[in-house]
């Protein structure tokens, strides 16, 4: 289900195993919401399935949820 009322979103982020826990993931979403706030967005959204408690650790929150070919997806927004 998209969700058009809800933007911008921030999508797809990956990091390679050998690069996981240095901070890259923490530095490329903060970087992209320092961005949205210079565009005067008040949120930011992701949607994920197996990384809520990463997003929390960054003042994410869970507000909804939804399934998508039997995966169960969290809807998160960070106020910014």
């Given at each position: 289900e998209d969700r058009k009322d809800l933007n911008p979103w921030i999508s797809q982020v990956y990091v390679f195993e050998p690069f996981?826990?240095?901070?890259?993931?923490?530095?490329?979403?903060n970087a992209?919401?320092?961005?949205?706030?210079?565009?005067?967005?008040?949120?930011?959204?992701?949607?994920?399935?197996d990384q809520?408690?990463?997003?929390?650790?960054?003042?994410?929150?869970?507000?909804?949820?939804?399934?998508?070919?039997e995966v169960n997806y969290k809807l998160m927004r960070k106020t910014i």
């Open positions: 996981r826990k240095k901070g890259y993931a923490s530095a490329m979403i992209v919401c320092q961005e949205a706030e210079k565009l005067h967005y008040k949120s930011i959204y992701i949607r994920t399935d809520e408690e990463f997003y929390k650790k960054l003042a994410w929150q869970t507000f909804d949820q939804q399934s998508e070919n």
